[in-house]
T-cell receptor, first 115, second 118 residues
Framework: DTGVSQDPRHKITKRGQNVTFRCDPI?????LYWYRQTLGQGPEFLTY????????KSRLLSDRFSAERPKGSFSTLEIQRTEQGDSAMYLC?????????????FGPGTRLTVL | AQTVTQSQPEMSVQEAETVTLSCTYD???????LFWYKQPPSRQMILVIR??????QNATENRFSVNFQKAAKSFSLKISDSQLGDTAMYFC???????????????FGPGTRLSVLP
């Protein structure tokens, strides 16, 4: 399977704990996105990488959130001191930088539940 | 900022019938792209169809077609000959046309849950 993969698929944590999610994009894609999807809503943009550079961050990405993409390959999204409001599906997408628009392929997501 | 509205939280259709999902958007951009994504239960988002705003011709992909009304900022999805496998959340999404390092992230609507009934 050469699609976008995310790990773990599900994470349950207690409020105040730190969690880290991983995304492995399609290997030839140099663009990588993180989105957050709460129940009953569409995904909301969090942040974007081109290769290893984090070029955009949404206002939704508070200082408790940090994302990295070392060497322009996989990416991690860390949430520190989790809150119940962080409970959501975290989606990763990757795509090429060529073309008229940035086609994006989505992973299956990591569902976070904060107790 | 762009916004995307889907006014139908839930819809149902009988198998083999036709259904239309509504989407409106607000933007001051002149060049952009519009998309419909499908998210089956517990599965990942899949692109259904896309439309370039500079193209007047409505996009079609097999049983899926759109009605793009640029002046009205409307972008509806028609599914013909509905199949049980079409049961999913459907998201309308907007993307600005931009070049360089700009990421072109999606702005999604809240979604419409479509159930295809046997």
């Amino acid at each position: 399977d050469t699609g976008v993969s995310q790990d773990p698929r599900h994470k349950i944590t207690k409020r105040g704990q730190n969690v880290t999610f991983r995304c492995d994009p399609i290997s030839e894609h140099n663009r990588l996105y993180w989105y957050r999807q709460t129940l009953g809503q569409g995904p909301e943009f969090l942040t974007y990488f081109q290769n290893e550079a984090q070029l955009e961050k949404s206002r939704l990405l508070s200082d408790r959130f940090s994302a990295e993409r070392p060497k322009g390959s996989f990416s991690t999204l860390e949430i520190q001191r989790t809150e119940q409001g962080d409970s959501a599906m975290y989606l990763c997408a990757s795509g090429p930088s060529s073309g008229l628009y940035n086609e994006q392929f989505f992973g299956p997501g990591t569902r976070l539940t904060v107790l | 900022a762009q916004t995307v509205t889907q006014s139908q939280p839930e819809m149902s259709v009988q198998e083999a019938e036709t259904v239309t999902l509504s989407c409106t958007y607000d933007t001051s951009e002149s060049n952009y792209y519009l998309f419909w994504y499908k998210q089956p239960p517990s599965r990942q988002m899949i692109l259904v169809i896309r439309q370039e705003a500079y193209k007047q011709q409505n996009a079609t992909e097999n049983r899926f077609s759109v009605n793009f009304q640029k002046a009205a900022k409307s972008f509806s999805l028609k599914i013909s000959d509905s199949q049980l496998g079409d049961t999913a959340m459907y998201f309308c999404a907007f993307m600005k046309h931009a070049g360089g390092n700009y990421g072109q992230n999606f702005v999604f609507g809240p979604g419409t849950r479509l159930s295809v009934l046997p």
